[in-house]
C-alpha cells in the first residue's frame, strides 16, 4: 500500500538535472545500486579555495558522445563503488538537484564511463525515498503520447 506522498516509477523514467545543464536524461531505475550513477566523457579533480572541485564532461544521450556538457561541481566524497559484475572502482560523488515527475531532490551522483551500458544514468536506491517502482511498466512520471500518467 502506498501514501499519496509516494510516487510510482516505473523500471526507466526521465529526469532532468537543472545545476548540470541536463534537460531531459533517460534514466534505468535500479534498485540494486545504492548510489546513482551518470556517465562522464573525462573528469579530473581540481582545488577551488581550499576545497576540492571537480571537472567532467557529461553525454547524457544514448550513442552520441558528440553532444557533451562541461560542468563544474564540489566533489562530496570519493568512494570505492562494486558494479553489478564484481568490479571494484574508485568514484568522484557529486551532490545535485534531480527532478523526475515533477519532484526536485538533492542526490548523490558518482561519475563513471558507462558508454557500453544501456543507460547513461542509473537512479540508485538513496535517490529513491518516497518512490515505489512498478518493475513492469516504465515512463509514469512523463505524460506521453499514448500513457498518461499515474
Known amino acids: 500500500m502506498t501514501d499519496k506522498n509516494t510516487m510510482k ?3 526507466k523514467e526521465y529526469a532532468a ?3 548540470l545543464g541536463v534537460e531531459r536524461i533517460h534514466v534505468k531505475i535500479d534498485t540494486g545500486a545504492k548510489t546513482s550513477a551518470i556517465h562522464t566523457l573525462s573528469n579530473k579533480l581540481f582545488l577551488k579555495g ?4 571537480v571537472k567532467f564532461t557529461l553525454a547524457p544521450h544514448q550513442d552520441d558522445d ?3 556538457i562541461d560542468c563544474e561541481m564540489p566533489v ?3 568512494r570505492t563503488i562494486t ?7 574508485e568514484r568522484i560523488v557529486i ?3 534531480l527532478v523526475i515527475g515533477g519532484i526536485k531532490r538533492h542526490i548523490e551522483l558518482t561519475l563513471v564511463c558507462r558508454r557500453k551500458m544501456k543507460f547513461r544514468m542509473l537512479l540508485g536506491r538513496q535517490a529513491m525515498h518516497d518512490m515505489v517502482v512498478v518493475p ?3 515512463h509514469l512520471t512523463t505524460k506521453t503520447k499514448g500513457n498518461k500518467k499515474s
Open 136 to 138: 513492469q511498466k516504465s
Open 76 to 78: 562530496k566524497d570519493q
Open 66 to 68: 558528440d553532444t557533451t
Open 9 to 11: 516509477v516505473g523500471w
Open 17 to 19: 538535472l537543472p545545476e
Open 50 to 53: 581550499r576545497k576540492q572541485w
Open 83 to 89: 558494479s553489478s559484475n564484481g568490479h571494484k572502482s
Open 95 to 97: 551532490e545535485t538537484p
